[in-house]
């Protein structure tokens, strides 16, 4: 049997271990676990009135699977696909790369399709999944092109593949303009040979995005997202400020009363969900000049009110008061049930009788289950390795300071782009520091680590040449 086709059953193999645990618990799970605020995108499009509050494409793609059949759970299959493909495309890469031997993607492929956290969200859909799963092998086809020195990029496959993946990434997930924005920085400073090529590709990818907002902005009339989601922070800040008994100058006091009464605001503030302060409220000058005027006069409050929001993305230790892991796979019933009203068909409507399931019960109890035992290293495993949300900041943070050692900074920050981007996005937006966000940097982390190992171990810089030239002619062992 020669080389390729060795290749390909083990491809086939790792297929395999990747979808059978995963089908396995999608079986157990029946139908699966639709988030709650993707209930509501889902029913929104269903009954005529689509809103831009979480994901489209993602609303769009997602409705033939879960509507116009017998089970919403018919989506999973979906999901789990695009999962498995994400894993086996970066792993096929990565060894295409040299990063990765035969047997060591094996060993991968086994790591994803076994890790817990993984089987567990694989069963939650959402655009945040799909999401993360995007940012997998993007991170890898960033790994070629640093490793490559842009050189991956003259291949029309690459970056046609790449130029997608940014796309995906960007419609699924808003914040990721961000990724969009600082990959087309350093790409323009790096890698100045090929400053045409990127010229068409993020062309391309402005036209597609303005192509996307004029369907569903202009076409299907879609209700754009609301500014409140950019104003989690400011919101909780001037909760805070109220809260402590702040000085409020009259001017401001005239735009955030406006909005609800000084007793509104204080009543409504909880030190770890900014949900409650920033709805109704909408990004505009006077709000922003009211934000700044009383932050002037209350730093500690400010400073206090981000700390107190934003400190488990940070705080390794864990804080399970805030992980929200139950609220996802909790009954959302309501979140259909009250968008369709009589217009949803009852075959539909009859799989969220609003009571909770079994499964649902099992799925949102689990982390509090092994957090709460007193096995050996369980819980200890369950809060550092399965559920951290501080985990995707220290990795990010402690490979800077290998590459900073390796004098690598550039190739580690080219490489990093999605990571870094996200954590950015969240530390400044995030509503709630719950766990689902910090999921969406966990898929990609195996890719970093694989890359900050041979980083550390000289082997990067040894395999610039030879990277481009597997990319281009070679085929793995």
Same mark, same amino acid.
């Given at each position: ?11 086939c ?82 060894? !295409?790369?040299?990063? %990765?031997? #035969? ?7 086994? /790591?994803?399709? @076994?890790?817990? +956290?993984? $089987? ?21 086809m960033l790994i ?52 045409? !090529?990127?010229a068409? %590709?993020? #062309? ?7 192509? /996307?907002?004029? @369907?569903f902005? +202009?076409v $299907? ?9 950019l ?10 400020a ?12 005239e735009v ?32 922003v ?19 107190d929001l934003?400190?488990? /993305? ?105 990571l ?14 719950m766990?689902?966000y910090?999921?969406?940097?966990y ?6 680590m ?8 000289g ?16 085929t793995?062992?």
């Amino acid at each position: 049997m020669d080389s390729k086709r060795r290749m390909l059953w083990r491809y086939c193999i790792m297929t395999a271990i990747l979808l059978i645990p995963n089908l396995l618990c999608l079986f157990f799970a029946w139908p699966g676990f639709i988030q709650a605020d993707h209930q509501a995108t889902i029913a929104n499009i269903i009954t005529g009135n689509p809103s831009q509050w979480h994901s489209l494409v993602w609303g769009y793609l997602a409705v033939p699977f879960m509507y116009f059949t017998p089970s919403y759970g018919f989506y999973g299959f979906v999901q789990i696909a695009y999962f498995v493909v994400a894993v086996v495309f970066s792993l096929y890469r990565l060894e !295409r790369a040299g990063l %990765l031997s #035969a047997k060591a993607s094996i060993v991968a492929s086994i /790591f994803f399709a @076994l890790f817990p +956290t993984f $089987l567990m969200y694989n069963l939650l859909y959402s655009s945040d999944l799909i999401f993360a799963y995007t940012l997998l092998p993007l991170t890898v086809m960033l790994i070629e092109i640093s490793m490559t020195r842009g050189e991956a990029l003259r291949q029309n496959w690459f970056i046609i593949t790449f130029g997608l993946l940014l796309l995906m990434a960007f419609e699924l997930r808003k914040n990721a303009v961000l990724i969009v924005v600082f990959v087309f920085i350093i790409f323009v400073l790096r890698y100045s040979k090929i400053r045409a !090529r990127l010229a068409v %590709l993020f #062309a391309a990818i402005i036209v597609m995005i303005a192509a /996307f907002s004029f @369907l569903f902005g +202009t076409v $299907l009339q879609a209700r754009p997202s609301a500014s409140q989601e950019l104003l989690s922070v400011p919101s909780q800040q001037i909760a805070r400020a109220i809260y402590d008994g702040g000085d409020i100058p009259d001017s401001a006091g005239e735009v955030i009363y406006q909005i609800r009464s000084k007793e509104e605001w204080k009543n409504r503030y909880d030190p770890i969900t900014a949900d409650p302060e920033k709805m109704h409220t909408a990004l505009t000058v006077d709000y922003v000049k009211a934000w700044f005027e009383i932050g002037i006069r209350n730093p500690k409050s400010y400073i206090r009110a981000y700390l107190d929001l934003m400190y488990p /993305f940070w705080r390794i230790t864990p804080d399970p008061g805030s992980i929200m892991i139950g609220i996802d796979f909790a009954n959302h019933d309501g979140f259909t049930i009250g968008k369709c009203k009589d217009i949803c068909s009852k075959e539909y409507l009859a799989q969220f009788p609003n009571t909770e399931t079994a499964a649902q019960h099992w799925f949102a109890s689990q982390y509090y289950t092994y957090t709460g035992s007193h096995f050996p290293l369980v819980a200890d495993v369950v809060n550092y390795v399965l559920f951290n949300r501080a985990l995707p900041l220290w990795t990010m943070l402690v490979g800077l300071f290998f590459a900073i050692r390796k004098r690598m900074v550039t190739d580690y920050l080219t490489v990093t782009v999605p990571l870094f981007a996200t954590l950015i996005s969240l530390l400044c937006f995030a509503p709630v520091p719950m766990f689902r966000y910090a999921a969406q940097m966990y898929y990609l982390l195996p890719a970093v680590m694989v890359y900050l190992y041979r980083m550390n171990h000289g082997d990067l810089q040894s395999q610039k040449p030879r990277a481009k030239l597997r990319g281009a002619h070679q085929t793995a062992e």
